[in-house]
């Protein structure tokens, strides 16, 4: 088994925890690997990308240069990482804020996700990032939301525990979107 895919956004879209998050969840399911953050100098509004590699195996590096999967969550990482997923990877699309024009990919398996819309559903437009990781996590089936509910309380802060139900809450929201769009992807 081997995975790997790029995560991308803006800074203060949760897209490095989105990463880390999956990081934690697979090494919990006794998995190898590779999670490397990349983020420009501002704090927030600032480029911020990372890619995750997961694998039974040793992971030999951790970059990617076409992924099985990316997520974006703004208009300049669908028109620099959309491209560069493989022909018959996943891009899983932030339509809430990407416009179509940016979305360019050889593949053709493209879901796009009302995420903030979703993410509004729950209470809270500031979880739109783990309605997308529910949306990857469960087209890719390389971890389970379950293993990444498992392990939110070692991924977040403690000052942050009491949104565990919440985050809880976005993920299932965006694996039970990717179920009933599964067929369009």
Do not use: W
């Not at 995560?7 to 879209?13: D, E, H, P, T």
């Not at 990919?105 to 009302?114: D, N, Q, S």
Request: net charge positive.
């Amino acid at each position: 088994m081997y995975f790997d895919t790029i995560i991308a956004g803006f800074g203060g879209q949760g897209v490095l925890f989105m990463g880390n998050l999956m990081a934690y969840a697979a090494m919990e399911a006794g998995r190898q690997v590779t999670f490397m953050p990349v983020y420009g100098v501002e704090m927030r509004g600032g480029t911020a990308n990372c890619t995750v590699v997961i694998s039974d195996r040793q992971v030999g590096s951790p970059i990617v240069h076409e992924p099985q999967a990316a997520v974006v969550m703004n208009n300049p990482s669908a028109e620099k990482f959309g491209p560069r997923v493989k022909k018959n990877g996943l891009l899983l699309v932030n339509s809430s804020l990407v416009d179509e024009q940016y979305v360019k990919a050889r593949t053709k398996r493209i879901l796009r996700v009302p995420s903030l819309e979703l993410a509004q559903e729950i209470g809270n437009p500031r979880l739109a990032n783990m309605i997308l990781l529910g949306c990857l996590v469960e087209l890719s089936g390389v971890v389970s939301v379950a293993d990444m509910v498992k392990v939110l309380p070692s991924a977040l802060d403690p000052r942050y525990h009491k949104m565990i139900p919440a985050n809880q809450a976005a993920l299932e929201r965006g694996a039970r979107f990717a179920k009933e769009n599964r067929g369009k992807v």
